[in-house]
Antibody
Framework: EVQLVQSGEEVKQPGESLKISCKGS????????IGWVRQKPGKGLEWMGI????????RYSPSFEGQVTISADKSTSTTYLQWSSLKASDSAMYYC??????????WGQGTLVTVSS | QSALTQPASVSGSPGQSITISCTGT?????????VSWYQQHPGKVPKLMIY???NRPSGVSNRFSGSKSGNTASLTISGLQAEDEADYYC???????????FGGGTKLTVL
């Protein structure tokens, strides 16, 4: 079974750093893109960016370029989404999803990030 | 502002059909047959409903269908059921560097 399992809920203070993860299994992890999607409470899905674990080719949505870092570790079949200095506006649910050909499936279960002082 | 334009909301009565549009450009929707649709119930993970414009994954009801004309893709749900009430998002491949572009989402209300 193809599966993406994300790390657990995070509660952080403004200015702190954070790295959340998404571990793939059941398929050739290195050979398919993994993307990240943000969903703020009560809002729509927002495309953040995508990485090809095989060569770490990373593309960002213009809205998120410079705001986050997407990385991958082939040896552990894991991709990461990282912030160096969180803001309250980063509070959201974050999903990873495999880009299977040209659609997104499956999706991870989501990681809720809360940034509050 | 999302790159693909969807109506904010649509509604229909049980048994009726509704169509959700998704308008992009020749650099995304119009240029490639790589439009997919996702259903998201409140508090749940998005679910793939249609891929490559008109194909249904195994397990998705044949009441869901997709099409495309020019720069606009459409999702049609026939025989509306209460369980169809959810948010729906279109996604397309884009020739831009980000590779993927989303619609803003449409809230479907079953009256």
């Amino acid at each position: 079974e193809v599966q993406l399992v994300q790390s657990g809920e995070e509660v952080k203070q403004p200015g702190e750093s954070l790295k959340i993860s998404c571990k793939g299994s059941g398929y050739s992890f290195s050979n398919q893109y993994i993307g990240w999607v943000r969903q703020k409470p009560g809002k729509g899905l927002e495309w953040m960016g995508i990485i090809y674990p095989g060569n770490s080719d990373t593309r960002y949505s213009p809205s998120f370029e410079g705001q986050v870092t997407i990385s991958a570790d082939k040896s552990t079949s894991t991709t990461y989404l990282q912030w160096s200095s969180l803001k309250a506006s980063d509070s959201a649910m974050y999903y990873c999803a495999r880009r299977n050909n040209n659609w997104l499936d499956p999706w991870g279960q989501g990681t809720l990030v809360t940034v509050s002082s | 502002q999302s790159a693909l334009t969807q109506p904010a909301s649509v509604s229909g009565s049980p048994g009726q059909s509704i169509t959700i549009s998704c308008t992009g450009t020749s650099s995304d929707v119009g240029g490639y047959n790589f439009v997919s649709w996702y259903q998201q119930h409140p508090g749940k993970v998005p679910k793939l409903m249609i891929y490559e414009v008109k194909n249904r994954p195994s397990g998705v009801s044949n009441r869901f269908s997709g099409s495309k004309s020019g720069n606009t893709a459409s999702l049609t749900i026939s025989g509306l059921q209460a369980e169809d009430e959810a948010d729906y998002y279109c996604v397309s491949y884009t020739a831009s560097s980000s590779l993927v572009v989303f619609g803003g989402g449409t809230k479907l209300t079953v009256l």
